[in-house]
């Protein structure tokens, strides 16, 4: 199946620093979503973005299907953007379910 | 419109016995996937269903299953429960298959 790495797999920053966070996928993928599991466990779309760029406030996510990888961007980070933050693909239809990567384990501090 | 909900939030059962998780998706989304989060294996897919049929499964034993009903709803049953089927089991639902939109979890704990 479709491998999923994501780098650092962990991040520590203080407030206000920029990030940048890693995907790389081992096929073709027609789905790529980032998401941020807050402390209670919950996961919380950020972007759905098989190919391009996208942004939302201080997120900022850019796939390069080609290429196989994708980044998401974090500016001006807050204490707030703490978690964990995966990258999930999958490379089917509907039914498919999302191949997760291990996560960027993201830490700001005041 | 209402997010995914998942009942119930948190569950202790023992060895042996078995269990049934819960899951109402967004109003209008037909398909609803479910997945297992363990600290060794991360989040991993056990299936998917779409208007009541099972389309997905994941690398799972027998043990795993699950259903869905008319109304989207869906359940998951695990029977013979083992030890290192503690986890946080989240449910997904999406209208076709583009964004998955995750619940908040039901942690099981077996002891």
């Known amino acids: 199946g479709i491998q999923v790495e994501q780098s650092p797999p962990d991040l520590i920053l203080q407030e206000g620093a920029n990030s940048t966070l890693r995907c790389n996928f081992s096929?073709?993928?027609?789905?790529l979503q980032w998401f941020h599991q807050n402390p209670w466990g919950q996961l919380i779309n950020l972007f759905y973005i098989p190919s391009g760029t996208k942004q939302n406030g201080r997120l900022s996510a850019t796939t390069v299907a080609t290429e196989r990888y994708s980044l998401l961007y974090i500016s001006s980070s807050q204490t707030t953007d703490s978690g964990v933050y995966f990258c999930a693909v999958s490379s089917g239809g509907g039914a498919d379910g999302l191949t997760f990567g291990k996560g960027t384990h993201l830490i700001i501090q005041p | 419109k209402a997010g995914v909900t998942q009942t119930p939030r948190y569950l202790i059962k023992t060895r042996g016995q078995q269990v049934t998780l819960s899951c109402s998706p967004i109003?209008?989304?037909?398909?609803v996937s479910w997945y297992q989060q363990t600290p060794g294996q991360g989040l991993q897919f056990l299936f998917e269903y779409f208007s009541e049929t099972q389309r997905n499964k994941g690398n799972f034993p027998g043990r795993f299953s699950g259903r869905q009903f008319s109304n989207s709803r869906s359940e998951m049953n695990v029977s013979t429960l083992e030890l290192g089927d503690s986890a946080l089991y989240l449910c997904?639902?999406?209208?076709?298959?583009?964004?998955?939109?995750f619940g908040p979890g039901t942690r099981l704990l077996v002891l």
């Open positions: 096929d073709s993928v027609n789905n």
């Open positions: 109003s209008g989304h037909r398909s």
């Open positions: 997904a639902s999406s209208p076709f298959q583009e964004t998955q939109y």
